[in-house]
């Protein structure tokens, strides 16, 4: 939450991500990151290596000029990836995302 300055934030992650699917039952439920911060989460299909597509991932990135969505504050990836066999994400794909267009605050 301390990525996410503002109330009704969104955070993309990996929909097997730990942070998507065990903290306090994840997005699945009302999670400790909704319940405290109002902050979101939306998923992006992992592949089995645990990367996701960088496509995906830009067609679900929120801007605060829609008042009707939580704008996009934060990617989220897990590195090593229990549920994709424990994978080391590449170095290249990291780089990827972090370069990848992106909305201006995130």
């Not at 597509?53 to 008042?67: C, G, P, V």
């Not at 590195?79 to 994978?87: A, S, V």
Request: charged residues 20%.
């Amino acid at each position: 939450m301390t990525h996410c300055d503002r109330r009704d934030s969104e955070i993309i992650v990996g929909d097997c991500s730990h942070i998507m699917l065990w903290e306090q039952g994840g997005a699945s439920q009302t999670s400790v990151y909704s319940q405290i911060g109002r902050v979101l989460m939306r998923g992006v299909t992992n592949q089995k290596d645990g990367t996701f597509d960088l496509d995906e991932m830009e067609a679900k990135f929120s801007t605060a000029d829609n008042i009707h969505c939580a704008s996009t504050s934060l990617v989220c990836v897990e590195n090593t990836h229990n549920y994709c066999g424990g994978t080391v994400l590449p170095m290249q794909w990291l780089r990827e995302v972090r370069s990848n267009p992106q909305p201006a605050d995130l």
